[in-house]
Structures are given as C-alpha cells and as structure tokens.
C-alpha cells in the first residue's frame, strides 16, 4: 500500500478514464445475464466472480513493466507456438476440432494465448527495426503471423485464426509495412478463395451458408441468424423492456448468454440500449489509441494501439454477427458475453495497455 | 488529439537525442510520424466499421421494426386448434354405440435432450412398453427435426399413464399429451356400420375441408364415421396462446371453443343387432339385413368375418393392418352391401308378380313341371332342382316349392324385357340409396346391357337363367331385403338408411332426415296379396322349401335361395386344404322373409356363403332374427 503511493509509484497516474468504460461494460453485462439467463441469481454471482479474477490479471498485467514484457516476448511466442504445435499431437479434442491442450490440472487453449501474444511479440520485433520497414523484415513479420494462424486454422478454428492474423496484420500496418504489402496480401486472399471453400469443413460451409441465405433454412443452419434478427429488430428504439424480451425469455434465442447475448440486450434495451453499449467499446478503444499516442516508446505504441484495435474487432465481429453481417464464427461480444477464459484474456490485454497508460510520464 | 501528438512528437525528439545518432533519429521520428498517420487511420477504420454497426441497427431496428415486431410476434403467439368433441352414435332406443374417451400418448421435447439413448433406457426401465418398442421410437427420432416435438407412445393405457405420471420429476423432457379417440362399445358387432376413424390422407382432403382438421385429427374412413363425416366431425376451435421456442404454453391470450359435431340416433335396434350377429355365429362368411318395411330404416345390418375397430385406435400395428388388408375372407367388407350373390330363386315373387299382372298366367293355371325344360332355338336343357319334376303347379305351389321349370315356362312367356324392368321396379341392378358408403350396385341383366358390356346379343336361354337368378344376375343382400320388404309393405320401394335422426348437442334440436320411398306402380294388388299368400307357404305348405321354420312367434312369409357356386379362384383354391375347398364349391344359401304377414314389421334377407341350403341355413337365421325381434314386442 505504501510503495503504491509512493510519489514514484504508477499506480498514482492510473488512468480512470481507461479504466470507467470497462466498468460500464462489466455492469451491462451481468444486468443483461440475468435477463439471457433465466434469471438466475447464481449465473450472475459466479460472472461477477469471474469478473473479479479477471481484473486481478488485469492488475496483474498493469503491474508487469511493459519493458519486461518487450524482453519476454519473443520466449512467450515461442513458447505458445510450441503448445499449438503441439495441439494435434497430444491435444483434446471437441466439437469436431483439437484447441485443448490438458496440462495438470489446467485446459490450455494455446490459440486464444496467441491472440494476445502475438501482437507483443509483433511490436517487439518492430519496435527494434529500422524505419521503414526492409523487406527482409517484412518478410520475417509475416512469416511471425503466418506460421500459428496456419496452425490454427488446421484445427480447424476459422474464428480464431482470422483475429490472430488480424491482430498481427494490425501491428504491421502500423508499424509502417507499406500499403502494397496489403494490397498483395488481399489480393492473394481473394484469389485463394474457391480452393478454401473446398478445404473448409463441413460445419464451417454450413455456417457459411447460412450467413449468407438464413431464409433458406430457418429451422437448420439459418436458424441463429434469423432468431437474433428478429430479437434486435423486434427491440425498436427503446427496446421490450428489461426481463421482457420474448424472444430471449421464450427461450427462441439460441446461445443466448454467450455469442449472441447482443441480441438479448438489443431486444430488450432497443437502439438506444446499443448505442450506449457500442460508445462503451468505443471509449474504451479510443482511450487506448490515445495512450498509443502519448506514449513515447515505439513498442507501447505499436502494443496499445495493436491491443485497442484488435479489441474492437471483437465488438465489430460479434455484433455483425449478431446482426447478419458477418457469418457465425463464435466469436463473444467481449466482457460481456457469459463465460471465464476470455473475459481474462481480454482483461489481461487490456491491463497491459492499462500498464502504458500509467508509465506514460517516465 | 492535435495538440497531444506535438507534444508526443517533442518528449520523442528529447527522448531520441540521448541515445541515438541524428541519422537514427530522423528514422525515429518519422516513423513516429508515420504511426501516428497509420493509427489515426485505424482509428477512423474502427468509427467507420462502429458507424456501420449503428447502421445496421438502425437498419433492423428502426426501418424494419414492424417487419420484426410481426415475426416475434408469430414466433410467440402461436394458435393452436382445439379439436371438436366428436358426434356420438346412438341406437334407436338411446343406446350409445360409440364414445370419446381420452386417450394417452408420450410427447418429447427434444431440445433439451443431450443423451437419447441414455434417456430412451431410462424410460424404458419406468415403462416396459418403451423398451419394447425402442425401436420403432428410435426411428420416429432419427426421422423427425430436432427441434420438433415427438410422439413416443401412443394409446397408453391408464395404468401406463398413471407410472409415468408418477415418474414425471425424472422425466422433464418428456409430457404426457391427452387427446380425445373413440371408443366402439360394441366392437365388432357394429364395425361394418360405424366404421372407424384414421389419419386423413389426401384423398380425404379432396372431400373435406383441410382447415377442418388440424394436425393430429382423425377422419372417418369406413360407416357411418365416413358418410356423416361432415355432422360427426364439428369444427376445431382455436386456442391463441403464448409458448415458448419448444412450444410449450406459457398463457393463454385468446379461446374460440370448437362446435362439436353433432350426434346420429340409428334405426339400428342394438339388441337386435347382437342377436342378428349370434344367429350367424356359426357361419365363418356370412350376412344378414333387417328393415323395417314401412320406412326403410335398417333395424340390423351384420356381415360375418368382421373385425375389432378399437384396435385400430390405439395405433394398430402395422402388422395386425395388414392382416386384416389382406385377409383373403375380407373381415372388412361389409358383405351386406358389398357382397353380391346369384339372388337365385329369392326372386321368383316378383316375377310371379309380373307374370300375373302381365296376365301371362293368373292365379289358378297350372303349368307342369317334369324336370327339365327345353328352351326353343338354342335347344338347351334347363334343369329342375327336382329332377323327378313337380307335376303340374299354379303359381302359389310354384313359389312354395320353388319349382325351377314353372318360372322357365313363365320366363319363356314374358321375355326378358318385362321381366327385367319388374327387377328393376323393385330395385335390383342399381344402388339401393343406403347411407353407408361402398355400396354396389349388382347386375341386372337385359338385352340392352349385354350389348354394351359385351357387344353380343342375349339368347332365350339366358333369359330362363335370369328366371331363376342365376347366370349374370347378381344382387346384394341389402338389395334382397329392399325387394322384401317392397313385397311386403304393399308396393313401396323404400331407400334404407341408418340414421333416423340427427341432434346438435348444443341446442338440442333435432332433424329427422328420413328419406322416400317410391311406390311401385305396375302390379295389381291382388296378385300381390296372391303373392304374398304364396310366401306364406313357403313355410306353411308341407312341401314348401321353408317348412321346418313352421311354428315360432310370428307369423312369416320369406321365399328361399340356393345360389350355385361357379368357381374359386384358383391363387385361393391353392392355399386350401381339400374339406376346406370342398366347402367351399357348395351353393350359398339364401332366404328372404317378412313378418308378420299381416301388417309386416321386419323384412329380413339373409345370405350364408356356402350354406346349402336356402331352407335349413339361411332360413333359420332369418327364423331367429325375427324371433328375437318380437321377443320384446308383444
């Protein structure tokens, strides 16, 4: 307690505007649980208990100098590609895919570890190069990227594997890659996609398809979709009121306090509901870009930025998901949706942007 | 965010100077420069996507929110019919004959279901049915989406009933669903009359209104369940209701209660009925048909093999259908009006009838019988079922002994023309207008229809056939029994029906649809009271073909029947043994009668498949039948 208010201490210079959002959104989500959830008191309890493991980690991760992470990283990233290696060899499997590695008493999901290691191991390789960026880095950047985001998708994890390209991509682009870089890789992209539509998997060309025509089968594939469609639209404005939505307390809403918990509070909070919601993430985002900017070290930059990004191409990914926008891949709608492990990978993150934030002055 | 990035850009510089060379720091700076171009990018990257967002709802929430609103709206308030409690059947004395009573079926929701094999043993260990029919249950899941309800077991009984609800806490998944499903207090004595009820197909459907039968219900297949379809079946009522996605009820919003069909009072005398049905006990293919003259309204109307319709309620195995399908003795024909026999001699009274009003003999000219007769052209021989012959007869002894040659020579004189219209004036060769479906219409023969059905033209010969009924002729017992009962009602051809009256059991208002004779004009009613005096001595006469039924309660008149049997087909003849083919190649026994003689109440027609004897057989039923119907009545 005493070194925590020693002049010197971080801690003095903690950043509550960074810190409030993710508050807001702590509360929106255990209102809108015990709605989704049958209103179950017990649900509630054990989230908030969840919530407060996890912003021990976010405290933890606040508390680790971001230069000690820098060091660090590239040992993490070796590390968590050794795990993803090893997945198909010794890992468990479930629902038609190995992502779980059992060590003692701990199930490790090495891919979600690699959604936020990567960008650190990124923005510790960049962070050291000379600008602008030579080929040969480039070159070493994707092949960073490249190598879990594979491993990943022959898990197969399509989800999962996107947000880690996405997430060191995003540190990439901002480290300063040039645009034909991007271009190229879209354009690769693109052309690959007939021969990835052939090696997807027969749930994955499902989901697929019922993203794209959800009328066509609204009982199988579309049903998600077409249910949460019609929970949000059916919301209007204001919303049913909470504990009222049909569709989610009738029980038509599958999921409905894990991926598409969006739904439930939309129908029974209406736009507005969304709105506040959506400026909660976007708070919070912009808080983040705006520590990347204040802080003077190119690696805190490239990691706040990068973690602030990636962060709300989550919200961006659940809610177009929830709206029809984008295909079911399963991804939470993040600190909101129901559920531990993700809620202490996306504090963590955001601890480490927290940390930043308050070493910005020295 | 201007101001902060020159101050960000300054605290760079200072930072770069201590460390690096000046080259280094132009680097530095630049690339500081350049992130702060790429994040702000980024940053406008995610507003854009984040206005998108807000689009997108703003898109569902707002433009299409009524489109919306209606489909959750549909999602939650769901109308689920109410089927209308059935018309029941009554007898003519206010019996009932056939009831609604609740039946029992297992329902699963199987959303919530993780393990269905673990949840079908469970099951099966609190209900021994369900192990037993694991796997038809098996298939019925395997067939039926998964997020639809299913039907398990159907047609439990109350036992069943009351050891699941007793187990119902370990079974949340799994409801008992009550449903309203007949119950044929008679069985098989009334099966060929009342019918039965199933699914509606199609075919159905193209007679009835679809919106009438919501799923679930059941139609009338066979009887009375089929030709009063639309007065048994009422009309649903409809229940609005708020469920859930497993479509369970959660409230009621809005009731419409369903009109219920409405109710039928037979002709039928049940008593009668039951006995008509142990007189023909000991006959395996047989049929007998009671009217009432006057009116037409069958008073008994039986048909032996018949059938258990309760079973076809309860689900009726597939295999126990199929049975009854293909049954080579055709439980399910009703062979009161879907058998057709040679009507053999049971005819001669009405062409007795012609004879003496054509004046092709009157009451007191003999013609005599010595066996045979030759009929002119063709040459052919036409014999007497008394080969030693019966001497000279007039037309009262005729009938009483059923002499073959004496309606030969009558035939011969009349032709078949007249002779064939005073068939046809008492109903023979076309549908007798009974209101029970699948009726057939018999045959008639006639010049007329041999040269249409067969493009030949119609010899003597086959007319002195005609006389005796037998050759293409083929009649109905039901047919017999209209005949019957025309001869002994004065001349009326009545239309026979079951249903004397309909009841809306709500009002309690009653409709009497009782349909029209039709008087038959051409005979003079002498020589119908000479006819009738005729039958009379069938049984009376110590010759007549009907003595031994002498004596009992009533008075009767009837005339006898022995019709020949011309073949078996022969895939059948294949599967029997040789008594059972031997019986099967004897003559069906045939006896029509009415009683009393004065003032007839009860027509009766009787035909016992390979019975033999007209007489014996067939007439002692007929004995019995009527017996039993004045048993009651003083």
């Not at chain 1, 962060?311 to 984008?326: A, R, S």
Request: charged share 20%; glycine share 10%; aromatic share 8%.
């Amino acid at each position: 307690m005493i070194q925590l208010l020693h002049p010197d201490s971080p801690w003095r210079r903690f950043d509550w505007p960074y810190f409030l959002p993710i508050l807001g959104l702590a509360v929106v989500s255990l209102v809108v649980l015990y709605s989704a959830g049958d209103q179950d008191t017990g649900l509630v309890v054990g989230q908030a208990a969840r919530f407060g493991i996890a912003l021990a980690a976010f405290f933890v991760a606040a508390a680790i100098p971001p230069r000690f992470l820098a060091l660090a990283a590239p040992y993490l990233y070796l590390a968590t590609l050794t795990m993803l290696i090893l997945v198909p060899l010794v890992g468990q499997e479930g629902m038609g895919a190995q992502r779980w590695l059992v060590v003692g008493p701990l199930t490790i999901q090495p891919s979600e570890l690699m959604k936020l290691v990567l960008p650190l191991t990124m923005a510790a390789f960049l962070s050291h190069q000379d600008y602008p960026p030579r080929p040969g880095v480039l070159l070493t950047s994707l092949a960073i990227i490249g190598i879990p985001t594979g491993l990943v998708l022959i898990q197969p994890d399509l989800g999962t594997s996107v947000l880690i390209a996405v997430a060191g991509l995003v540190v990439l682009f901002l480290a300063g890659a040039p645009w034909r870089l991007f271009m190229a890789l879209g354009g690769l992209l693109l052309a690959s996609l007939p021969a990835a539509w052939y090696m997807l998997h027969d749930y994955q060309r499902r989901r697929l398809m019922g993203f794209l025509n959800p009328e066509a089968d609204p009982y199988g594939a579309g049903y998600h979709i077409t249910q949460s469609k019609i929970a949000i639209g059916s919301g209007g404005l204001t919303g049913k009121g909470w504990l009222n939505g049909t569709q989610a307390q009738l029980d038509f809403l599958p999921e409905r306090h894990t991926d598409f918990i969006f739904a439930v509070m939309s129908e029974e909070f209406g736009l507005l509901g969304g709105a506040v919601l959506l400026g909660l993430y976007l708070a919070l985002t912009y808080r983040g870009l705006v520590i990347a900017f204040r802080s003077r070290e190119m690696y805190n930059r490239l990691v706040a930025a990068g973690l602030s990004t990636v962060f709300f191409f989550y919200v961006v990914i659940n809610i177009g998901m929830t709206t029809g926008l984008l295909p079911v891949v399963g991804v939470p709608l993040p600190l909101v949706s129901y559920g531990g492990s993700s809620l202490v990978a996306l504090l963590t993150g955001l601890g480490l942007v927290m940390g930043i934030s308050m070493r910005r002055g020295r | 965010m201007l101001r902060r990035r020159r101050r960000s850009l300054r605290s760079t510089g200072s930072l770069g100077k201590g460390q690096n060379g000046p080259g280094q720091l132009s680097s530095r700076q630049s690339q500081f420069t350049h992130f702060e171009q790429r994040a702000r990018l980024v940053g406008l990257g995610l507003l854009f996507l984040g206005l998108v967002l807000i689009g997108r709802l703003f898109f569902l929430q707002i433009e299409q929110f009524f489109h919306y609103q209606t489909l959750s709206d549909q999602n939650r308030v769901a109308v689920r019919p109410m089927a209308p409690p059935r018309g029941l059947i009554y007898d003519r004395t206010g019996q009932l004959l056939v009831e609604n009573e609740p039946a029992f079926a297992l329902r699963l929701y199987p959303e919530h279901v993780d393990d269905t094999a673990k949840l079908l043993d469970k099951l099966g260990r609190a209900l021994p049915a369900a192990a037993e029919q694991r796997a038809a249950i098996e298939k019925r899941l395997a067939d039926n989406p998964p997020y639809l309800p299913v039907t398990l077991l159907e047609g439990l009984s109350s036992e069943q009933v009351a050891l699941f609800a007793a187990r119902q806490h370990e079974f949340p998944s799994i409801r008992i669903r009550a449903r309203s499903q007949r119950n044929y207090l008679h069985g098989p004595l009334t099966a060929h009359l009342l019918g039965y009820l199933a699914k509606p197909d199609k075919r159905d459907f193209r007679r009835f209104d679809p919106d009438l039968y919501p799923p679930g219900s059941r139609v009338g297949k066979m009887g009375l369940e089929r030709q009063y379809e639309a007065i048994l079946h009422g009309a649903p009522g409809s229940r609005e209701v708020e469920t859930d996605a497993h479509g369970r009820v959660v409230r009621e919003v809005a009731t419409e209660q369903p009109k219920p069909g409405r109710n039928l009072y037979l002709t039928l005398d049940q008593d009668l009925q039951e006995a008509t049905h142990k007189a023909l006990a000991e006959h395996p293919e047989a049929s007998a048909v009671a009217l009432n003259p006057q009116t037409g309204g069958v008073l008994a109307m039986a048909s032996r093999p018949t059938f258990n319709p309760n079973q076809f309620i309860g689900g009726l195995s597939d295999r126990n259908w199929k049975e009854l399908r293909t049954d080579p003795d055709e439980p399910l024909v009703n062979r009161a009006l879907q058998g057709l026999y040679p009507p053999a001699s049971t005819i001669k009274p009405v062409l007795a009838l012609a004879g003496l009003t054509r004046g092709d003999v009157d009451a007191s000219t003999e013609l005599t019988c010595h066996g045979s007769f030759r009929v002119g052209h063709d040459d052919h021989t036409f014999h007497c079922w008394k080969e030693r012959g019966h001497g000279p007869l007039k037309v009262n002894e005729a009938i009483a002994q059923s002499c073959d040659v004496y309606f030969y020579k009558l035939a011969d004189r009349m032709g078949i023309k007249p002779l064939h219209s005073a068939l046809d004036a008492f109903g023979l060769g076309q549908p007798t207008g009974i209101d029970l479906p699948g009726e057939r219409a018999g045959l008639n023969p006639g010049p007329e229809w041999k040269q249409e059905a067969r493009d030949e033209i119609w010899y003597p010969g086959e007319t002195v056939m005609t006389a005796i009924g037998q050759g293409y002729m083929q009649a109905t017992p039901l047919q017999l029994g209209v005949m019957t009962a025309a001869l002994a009602n004065g001349g009326k051809r009545v239309t026979p029906h079951l249903v004397r009256a309909v009841q809306d059991p709500v009002s309690g208002d009653v409709r009497y649809p009782t349909p029209e004779g039709e008087a038959i004009e051409f005979f003079d009613e002498q020589d119908l009271a000479e006819v009738r005096q005729s039958m009379r001595r069938v049984v009376t006469s110590i010759h007549g073909t009907g003595h031994s039924l002498v004596g009992g309660r009533v008075p009767l008149a009837g005339k006898t029947g022995t019709a020949q049997v011309v073949r078996i087909n022969r895939e059948r003849k294949e599967q029997l043994d040789p008594e059972e083919k031997e019986r099967r190649l004897r003559d069906h026994a045939l006896f029509v009668a009415f009683a009393p003689v004065e003032d007839p109440q009860i027509a009766v027609s009787v035909v016992v498949e390979h019975g033999i004897s007209g007489g014996k057989t067939a007439g002692k039923v007929a004995r019995r039948i009527i017996d039993s119907y004045f048993r009651s009545r003083p």
